[in-house]
Structures are given as structure tokens and as C-alpha cells.
């Protein structure tokens, strides 16, 4: 609540100044703890990952996307939108050549040689990380801020909080089932208990079967998973499947292993398959 009213003071702030002819210089702390600053409003915004472009649309900048990842496919309205090559090495020059005032990387997604190299180009970098559902919320508000429209990243942010509320909703009161979420068959790869999906399964009563690894991401063995009965498999990709025994398998919709807005509608789908 802290964060909200920070906002908000900053709204109302810009409202009353005397200077309003002039853009007002608005600072924000991104996912990695850094301090960015803009002089003036981002109008031409550089997205490195899908997440990071679904925080853009949420805000309803579109028009202000210069590129996009090259493996972001939605919406359609967006297909005549530039990508840059961001699953190898990032295309430089063509970025360079794009003149983006505010590019959004992906604290773990993308090469953190190409974060550095943006860092120390000159272009405004907001490394966007969401740790927790409600990071989500907050970083529609914080690039609110820096795309100069506060008042509709607050509300971006709070529509946001609503819907999270009354996800999954019919799932309240269910006894949790356990769960094994396979984000990778060779060598099966899973989540521990950093890794925001915890959250994401809680909704939908689901209990991590790996949660006391006090990690992100951990790689497990046949024999550990053999030692974690479960009810439910989730399967985050198109490859076959490792796990072991013959429970409910669910194939997770794409938008459930994205930290953005539209994770509802994959933790909706999830529910749905439950």
C-alpha cells in the first residue's frame, strides 16, 4: 500500500504544479533495485520479452512500441510491429538504429552481456523481474509513471489486483492437491520455492510437490520424484513428458509461465482443466 500512495502523491503533485507546460523528470526503482529517470515522458518503447510487451498493452501503448521480441506472437494487431532477435545475441545495431528512449529487458530472460551493453549505452533500461503477482500490478503503475500517465497505471494496476482477487474462484475451499509443474523434460526440470508459480499454483489449489527447495528453478532426478507422490502433473511445454506415474496431466497455456497481465487467462485455463 506504501508503493500505491507514493504514487498517488506523484499524481496529484503533477497536477498542481505551476509548470505545467513543462515535462516533470519522473524517477522509478525497476525489479533489480535499480533508480531509472526520464526527462520527459517514453514515447518510443523497445520490449525484450513477452511479458514485458503484454505490461505495455495492458497501459494501452501500443502505438508507442518501436519492437518487440521476436518470439512474442500477440496480438495480432501487432504483426506488422518490428522484432528483434532476442533468444540469441541481441541485434545492436538494429536497436541503435530504432532509437527507443525506453527499452524493458528481462532481468533473467535475456543475455545479461546485452543488459550490460544497454546499460552502458545510454538508452534508459527498466529490468523488469516481477518476483510476485503483486509486482505485476506494481509494474504497470511504475511504467505508468515513466510513459507519463500515472493516473492510468494506477488504475491498470488496481483492475489488476481485482481480477487476481476473483481468479479461480469456484477453487476456494478445495482440499489442495499436490502438484509436480515440469517446465522441461531432459533432464526434468521443475520450480522451487522462489519461483513465482508457487503463488500461481496456491490459486488454483495446488501444493508444489518440490516447495521446500529453496530455490527458483531446480533439475530433479527419477528417484526424487518417485519420493513426491502427486495428483496433478503440469506440463509447460510441447515436448514428452518425464514424470513419472500416470496422474492427470495438463498442458499449460503459454500464458501462465509469463509474468504479465494475461497470466489470469492461463491461470483461468488451469482452473478450468482441474
Given at each position: 500500500m506504501n508503493g500505491i500512495r507514493r504514487l498517488l502523491a506523484a499524481v496529484l503533485l503533477a497536477a498542481v504544479s505551476p509548470c505545467l507546460a513543462?515535462?516533470?523528470?519522473?524517477q522509478v526503482v525497476d525489479d533489480t533495485g535499480r533508480t531509472i529517470g526520464l526527462e520527459q515522458p517514453a514515447r518510443r518503447i523497445l520490449t525484450l520479452s513477452p511479458h514485458a510487451t503484454e505490461l505495455i498493452l495492458a497501459l494501452g501503448l501500443e502505438s508507442r512500441l518501436v519492437a518487440v521480441a521476436?518470439?512474442?506472437?500477440?496480438p495480432k494487431a501487432l504483426a506488422s510491429t518490428p522484432r528483434l532477435s532476442t533468444l540469441g545475441r541481441l541485434d545492436r545495431e538494429r536497436l541503435l538504429l530504432l532509437k527507443p528512449d525506453l527499452v524493458i529487458a528481462w532481468g533473467?530472460?535475456?543475455?545479461?552481456?546485452?543488459?550490460r551493453w544497454l546499460e552502458h549505452s545510454g538508452i534508459p533500461v527498466f529490468?523488469?523481474?516481477?518476483?510476485?503477482?503483486?509486482?505485476?500490478?506494481?509494474?504497470?503503475?511504475?511504467?505508468?509513471?515513466?510513459a507519463g500517465i500515472p493516473e492510468l497505471g494506477i488504475r491498470a494496476g488496481?483492475?489488476?489486483?481485482?481480477?487476481?482477487?476473483?481468479?479461480?474462484?469456484?477453487r476456494k475451499g478445495v482440499p489442495h492437491?499436490?502438484?509436480?509443474?515440469?517446465?522441461?523434460?531432459?533432464?526434468?526440470?521443475?520450480?522451487?520455492?522462489?519461483h513465482w508459480l508457487n503463488q500461481v499454483l496456491n490459486k488454483a489449489a495446488l501444493h508444489n510437490i518440490f516447495s521446500e527447495v529453496p530455490r527458483q528453478l531446480i533439475t530433479v532426478s527419477r528417484e526424487?520424484?518417485?519420493?513426491?507422490?502427486?495428483?496433478?502433473?503440469?506440463?509447460?511445454?510441447?515436448?514428452?513428458?518425464?514424470?513419472?506415474?500416470?496422474?492427470?496431466?495438463?498442458?499449460?497455456?503459454?500464458?501462465?509461465?509469463?509474468?504479465?497481465?494475461?497470466?489470469?487467462?492461463?491461470?483461468?485455463?488451469?482452473?478450468?482443466?482441474?
Amino acid at each position: 500500500m506504501n508503493g500505491i500512495r507514493r504514487l498517488l502523491a506523484a499524481v496529484l503533485l503533477a497536477a498542481v504544479s505551476p509548470c505545467l507546460a513543462a515535462p516533470h523528470p519522473v524517477q522509478v526503482v525497476d525489479d533489480t533495485g535499480r533508480t531509472i529517470g526520464l526527462e520527459q515522458p517514453a514515447r518510443r518503447i523497445l520490449t525484450l520479452s513477452p511479458h514485458a510487451t503484454e505490461l505495455i498493452l495492458a497501459l494501452g501503448l501500443e502505438s508507442r512500441l518501436v519492437a518487440v521480441a521476436d518470439f512474442f506472437d500477440y496480438p495480432k494487431a501487432l504483426a506488422s510491429t518490428p522484432r528483434l532477435s532476442t533468444l540469441g545475441r541481441l541485434d545492436r545495431e538494429r536497436l541503435l538504429l530504432l532509437k527507443p528512449d525506453l527499452v524493458i529487458a528481462w532481468g533473467s530472460g535475456n543475455n545479461p552481456g546485452d543488459i550490460r551493453w544497454l546499460e552502458h549505452s545510454g538508452i534508459p533500461v527498466f529490468i523488469s523481474e516481477p518476483a510476485s503477482l503483486e509486482a505485476i500490478a506494481g509494474s504497470l503503475e511504475k511504467l505508468g509513471l515513466l510513459a507519463g500517465i500515472p493516473e492510468l497505471g494506477i488504475r491498470a494496476g488496481m483492475e489488476f489486483r481485482r481480477r487476481l482477487a476473483g481468479a479461480c474462484s469456484r477453487r476456494k475451499g478445495v482440499p489442495h492437491q499436490a502438484a509436480y509443474y515440469e517446465i522441461w523434460p531432459t533432464p526434468p526440470m521443475t520450480i522451487g520455492a522462489r519461483h513465482w508459480l508457487n503463488q500461481v499454483l496456491n490459486k488454483a489449489a495446488l501444493h508444489n510437490i518440490f516447495s521446500e527447495v529453496p530455490r527458483q528453478l531446480i533439475t530433479v532426478s527419477r528417484e526424487s520424484l518417485l519420493a513426491r507422490p502427486h495428483q496433478v502433473t503440469i506440463v509447460a511445454h510441447s515436448m514428452t513428458t518425464t514424470a513419472i506415474g500416470q496422474p492427470p496431466r495438463i498442458t499449460a497455456d503459454a500464458t501462465l509461465g509469463r509474468p504479465g497481465p494475461r497470466i489470469l487467462e492461463g491461470l483461468e485455463k488451469l482452473c478450468d482443466s482441474l
